[in-house]
C-alpha cells in the first residue's frame, strides 16, 4: 500500500541544474521526517536534505547553497532542486519518510531511486 517514487535524474554538465521529484502514498504523519538521500558508487547512502511537516529544513555541508528541498502537501509530493551541480553529486537519489521519534525508522520501503550524473 505505501510507496515512494523518486524522478527527474539525467545527466548534466558541471554547473547545470535538474529537479528531482518524490511521490508518496497515503498520508505522512507529522511525526515524520522527509529527506533526500543519495548513495554513489562504493559509498554509503548519506541524508543531503530533509524537512520538517512544518516547512524546516536542514541540509548537509556538501550541498548547503545549492540544493533546495521543498513540499507541496495537497499533491503529497516532496521536490529537490539542484543547482550547480559538481561531477561529486553523481548519485542515485532516493527519498524517504524518518520517523522524529524513533531512530531508524522508516515509513517506505526504498524505492529505485533516481540517477543523477553530473559529466562534461
Known amino acids: 500500500q505505501l510507496q515512494i517514487v523518486e524522478s527527474g535524474g539525467g545527466i548534466v554538465p558541471p554547473g547545470g541544474s535538474l529537479r528531482l521529484s518524490c511521490a508518496a502514498s497515503g498520508i505522512i504523519p507529522n511525526t515524520y521526517i522527509m529527506g533526500w538521500y543519495r548513495q554513489a558508487p562504493g559509498k554509503q547512502r548519506e541524508l543531503v536534505a530533509s524537512?520538517?511537516?512544518?516547512?524546516?529544513?536542514n541540509y548537509a555541508d556538501s550541498v548547503k547553497g545549492r540544493f533546495t528541498i521543498s513540499r507541496d502537501d495537497a499533491k503529497n509530493t516532496v521536490f529537490l532542486q539542484l543547482n550547480s551541480l559538481k561531477p561529486e553529486d553523481t548519485a542515485v537519489y532516493y527519498c524517504?519518510?524518518?520517523?522524529?521519534?524513533?531512530?531508524?525508522?522508516?515509513?517506505?520501503?526504498w524505492g529505485q531511486g533516481t540517477r543523477v550524473t553530473v559529466s562534461s
Open positions: 524517504n519518510a524518518n520517523s522524529a521519534y524513533y531512530s531508524g525508522r522508516f515509513l517506505y520501503n
Open positions: 524537512i520538517t511537516a512544518g516547512g524546516t529544513t
